[in-house]
Nanobody, 115 residues
Framework: QVQLVESGGGLVQAGGSLRLSCAASKSIFSILTMAWYRQGPGKQRELVAVSARGGSTNYADSVKGRFTISRDIAENTLYLQMNSLKPEDTAVYYC?????????WGQGTQVTVSS
């Protein structure tokens, strides 16, 4: 079982930056995929960025060029660097891990971008 704890959310003005962290309770080296999702007010949860075990990454079109997902294997932590934030990025951001046997979610962290 993997426990995931997000942090780093907060209130930021449009154009600003935040870095989200997702600390895992065990090594993330072998986890197949780790990802960030978000759910905005009145919206469905959507995939934001994915990090595969082999090193490849993928992003939603809405965040390409602004967000960067990365893994720190030594720290067992997944990051999401968010730059040039927009009000439409306001959402609860969730970390997720797929081990190939089970899927795990964090509790979420709120990101609010003011205009």
């Amino acid at each position: 079982q993997v426990q995931l704890v997000e942090s780093g959310g907060g209130l930021v003005q449009a154009g600003g930056s935040l870095r989200l962290s997702c600390a895992a309770s065990k090594s993330i080296f072998s986890i197949l995929t780790m990802a960030w999702y978000r759910q905005g007010p009145g919206k469905q949860r959507e995939l934001v960025a994915v990090s595969a075990r082999g090193g490849s990454t993928n992003y939603a079109d809405s965040v390409k060029g602004r967000f960067t997902i990365s893994r720190d294997i030594a720290e067992n932590t997944l990051y999401l660097q968010m730059n040039s934030l927009k009000p439409e990025d306001t959402a609860v951001y969730y970390c997720a891990a797929d081990t190939g046997y089970a899927h795990y979610w964090g509790q979420g962290t709120q990101v609010t971008v003011s205009s």
